[in-house]
């Protein structure tokens, strides 16, 4: 059984390869001391019965660690690597050392309150020399001392009781696949550590925590260390009947946060970069552009000019600036991104695509890049990061409430190797794009399971047999250049490696591609209700009506100061949003991220309707880019979940302050700060 991110609510982690940098490098290294084959000491642990008999016999408890050295060495001398057998082990490790953005997010996840259980396999008595492993977890569990070594079930059982959780609530962070096997027969979920800022963001997106960020700003008085933490910690270890000590810092004692988005010097740069595009390229194209469309006569054509803007944006290393991890992008934090966004709003057809950072594409390169496989990442993410392709997501669709998520009815069914999908999904945005080539499809894979367990998603190439383009559906009237199409699924055939993440985490999937996108969306609508202002005020200047410019009349003045006030506001709720996440987490950030989403096209919308009342008729025609932005806005207080149900989440919130509170009605009482998510 698979559980959804809320669900995930404790982290179970491996040593050696995770916590410390590579094993396998550390083996290599010593190989080469002892001989020419880097490969050696790796080969005969994996490939020879002796020496894989000594290693388990050694992190199950059986032998000690200078009966291991003995025979070990007796190994690599027979395969003409003579080595003194007094200190092997020692020798073998000494390339091991702490991976620190892995200890500090520990570190992090803790002070956050989330429970962490060290499950390791013993190589040596000496292997843990340098760390203090009661400072990184609540529990150990050590292969020798519990006489048993992953991947067996029991080991991470013993590890569940110890915390006092059970294991469908937890996530495994190994470096290797059948370590992470043996887990997910319990229900936990796994994530394959191949690198600490693939590892961190798998976290964030599985626990709506910023590790990353958040373990290099944790408190130095909330993080547990071995000068601090309770003497109860071996009675922890040592009874399954105890729960693991946990420190949660009381609301008056809580540390203070200074909010802080002053924008970085990368932000300065990468921003006045992107305006001098935008005055440059953009926006002396967007004549170009729409005369290209006009005389193709294909709703969806793909003019020229874009690929031509593709090539200067690239040039110009303006590209991908989205994409968090330095891997595959810039790196930018969401306070950074943020204003680059708003920018790029102000021409919502050309700019974010001409820097490929356009929707639904972000979030899609975000979901492979978090839970694709090496062979995902190859075929999809390389070609869409390159802007060589595009993608869709296939989620919503005709028949249910698509607003709650857990409704949909799209069936996908195992079939020895393959999946099988059959639905029906609409509004598939970008699925008509010339060059779309991938969707990711969400259905139900155990529609008996828990409400949101049910879920999983594919990677389902656009020209798979099955998969049916039926229509694309207008927006106001509007055809969109990439489309919005309703999609039909017919017995549609993909291997099992098409699965993102496991069977059941589709929930967990959508909701980590929601949170950073809800931001893009937010800081571009920002952006469409600044160039509104901007053309108001222009256009009320330069009109004449009954002897005085339009400017001069009070209500049209108002109109204008009140467009600035909500900018302002809305546009420093946007920035907050984005601090909360880079500093602790999209789950921490939930209330203030469904407040942007219901307030940011809100504001826009009322700004943008004023524009084109200044502009009279010209304000509905398509001379000015503000009835094609009033479609675009009045569509996003549906796209990515209507505002009925973020105004639901935080009533909730809200609500859930004052039970079992005051009852008094006069607003004293013991109510909680405004700031909730800083204050718990």
């Not at 110009?316 to 950074?336: C, D, M, T, V």
């Not at 972000?362 to 060589?388: A, S």
């Not at 709720?573 to 996440?581: F, P, S």
Request: some cysteine.
């Amino acid at each position: 059984m698979s559980a959804t991110a809320t669900q995930r609510s404790a982290l179970l982690v491996d040593f050696g390869g995770v916590l410390t940098t590579s094993v396998h490098d550390a083996f290599r290294a010593f190989a080469r001391e002892i001989g020419d084959d880097p490969e050696l000491v790796l080969r005969l642990l994996a490939e020879d019965p002796e020496s894989s008999r000594l290693l388990v016999a050694n992190e199950n408890g059986t032998i000690d660690d200078e009966t291991f050295e003995q025979g070990f060495a007796q190994r690599l001398a027979a395969h003409g690597a003579p080595v003194a057998a007094p200190g092997l082990l020692r020798r073998m490790q000494a390339g091991f050392g702490p991976d620190e953005a892995m200890v500090d997010a520990l570190a992090a996840l803790r002070a956050a309150q989330i429970p962490v259980a060290l499950v390791t396999n013993q190589f040596g008595r000496d292997c843990y020399e340098g760390f203090d492993l009661d400072a990184l977890a609540d529990v150990v569990v050590v292969s020798s001392e519990v006489g048993v070594r992953k991947p067996s079930r029991r080991i991470y059982a013993i590890a569940c009781e110890r915390l006092g959780v059970a294991p469908e609530t937890c996530v495994m962070v190994d470096d290797i696949q059948h370590n992470l096997d043996g887990a997910a027969r319990l229900g936990i979920a796994g994530v394959l550590h191949r690198s600490a800022p693939d590892t961190l963001a798998q976290l964030d997106a599985r626990f709506g925590l910023r590790a990353a960020a958040a373990a290099s700003r944790v408190p130095p008085e909330t993080v547990i260390t071995s000068s601090n933490r309770p003497d109860v910690t071996e009675g922890v270890r040592s009874s399954t009947e105890q729960r693991p000590a946990r420190l949660p810092v009381p609301s008056s004692q809580e540390p203070e946060q200074t909010m802080n988005f002053e924008l970085t010097d990368r932000c300065k740069d990468y921003m006045e970069r992107v305006q001098a595009f935008m005055d440059e390229r953009i926006y002396p194209a967007e004549a170009v552009y729409e005369q290209q469309m006009r005389e193709s006569g294909n709703v969806n054509f793909q003019p020229p000019i874009l690929e031509e803007l593709k090539a200067d944006a690239h040039e110009r290393g303006l590209w991908n600036l989205f994409h968090p991890h330095q891997e595959w992008g810039p790196g930018l934090s969401n306070a950074e991104y943020a204003p680059l966004a708003e920018i790029m709003g102000r021409s919502p057809h050309l700019a974010p695509e001409a820097m490929n950072c356009s929707a639904p594409d972000t979030g899609n390169m975000e979901v492979l890049t978090l839970f694709g496989t090496d062979e995902h990442k190859e075929k999809w993410l390389r070609p869409l990061l390159d802007g060589e392709i595009r993608s869709a997501f296939a989620m919503t669709e005709p028949a249910v409430a698509s607003s709650d998520a857990t409704n949909i009815e799209t069936r996908i069914e195992r079939d020895g190797d393959e999946y099988v999908i059959n639905g029906r999904k609409w509004w598939t945005s970008n699925a008509l794009h010339q060059n779309c080539r991938v969707l990711i499809v969400m259905g139900k894979t155990n529609p008996d399971g828990p409400k949101h367990a049910q879920q999983s998603m594919l990677v389902v190439p656009l020209d798979t047999p099955g998969v049916t383009i039926v229509r694309g559906l207008s927006v106001f009237g509007y055809q969109d250049r990439e489309g919005h199409a309703e999609v039909l699924f017919e017995d549609v055939r993909v291997p099992t490696s098409a699965l993102l993440a496991g069977e059941g985490e589709g929930f967990m999937i959508s909701q980590a591609r929601l949170g950073p996108g809800r931001i893009h969306h937010c800081m571009r609508s920002i952006g469409m209700a600044e160039r509104a202002l901007e053309l108001m005020c222009r256009r009320a200047q330069q009109r004449v009506t009954f002897g005085k410019p339009v400017a001069e009349n009070a209500n049209v003045m108002d109109w204008i100061a009140e467009a600035r006030i909500e900018l302002e506001m809305i546009r420093l709720l946007t920035m907050k949003t984005a601090w909360l996440m880079d500093t602790v987490g999209n789950r921490h950030a939930r209330v203030e991220i469904a407040a942007i989403k219901v307030a940011g096209p809100n504001v826009a919308l009322k700004i943008i309707d004023r524009a084109i009342q200044v502009h009279g008729g010209g304000g509905v025609s398509d001379d000015f880019p503000l009835a094609s932005f009033w479609a675009h806005q009045r569509t996003l207080r549906l796209a990515d979940g209507p505002d009925e149900v973020h105004k639901r989440t935080i009533a909730q919130r809200e609500l859930r302050k004052w039970e079992g509170g005051s009852s008094s009605g006069s607003g004293g009482g013991n109510g909680r700060p405004g700031v909730s998510v800083l204050a718990g």
